[in-house]
């Protein structure tokens, strides 16, 4: 597997990527993503890994779109996971089912948007 791509975080809300010496967006870091790159968001002041957050805003902006994957329904019931589940369990669940669901070629979604 890659070296993580070493991303900063700066006071002023930016991103900035240290292997391209500039400036990013967070569709940027969804093009990392997508483009299967292992992008490691660290924020400079401190230090800290903020990586699952930018992660979960990169979800957000996606979910804004008319592309949205994410339920209302499934949403609530992702929250009230956090309650009646271990995280371990409810992460490799969930995990092992959206690998089968691509491996599976994502089936089923294009006959469901079409209804």
Same mark, same amino acid.
């Given at each position: 597997?890659?070296?993580?791509?070493?991303?900063?975080?700066?006071?002023?809300? $930016? /991103?900035?990527?240290?292997? !391209?010496?500039?400036? *990013?967006?967070?569709? @940027?870091?969804?093009?990392?993503?997508?483009?299967? %790159?292992?992008?490691?968001?660290?924020?400079?002041?401190?230090?800290?890994?903020?990586?699952?957050?930018?992660?979960?805003?990169?979800?957000?902006?996606?979910?804004?779109?008319?592309?949205? $994957? /994410?339920?209302?329904?499934? !949403?609530?019931?992702? *929250?009230?996971?956090? @309650?009646?589940?271990?995280?371990?369990?409810?992460? %490799?669940?969930?995990?092992?089912?959206?690998?089968?669901?691509?491996?599976?070629?994502?089936?089923?979604?294009?006959?469901?948007?079409?209804?």
């Amino acid at each position: 597997m890659s070296e993580p791509r070493l991303i900063k975080k700066y006071p002023n809300r $930016r /991103l900035y990527d240290t292997e !391209l010496s500039r400036y *990013i967006t967070i569709e @940027d870091v969804r093009g990392l993503i997508a483009a299967h %790159a292992r992008p490691r968001i660290i924020e400079q002041r401190s230090g800290r890994d903020i990586t699952r957050s930018v992660l979960l805003q990169v979800i957000a902006e996606q979910e804004l779109g008319t592309a949205a $994957r /994410l339920s209302e329904a499934f !949403l609530a019931e992702l *929250i009230r996971s956090y @309650d009646l589940a271990p995280a371990a369990t409810t992460a %490799a669940h969930l995990e092992g089912s959206l690998r089968a669901f691509l491996a599976a070629g994502g089936s089923g979604g294009a006959e469901q948007r079409r209804s």
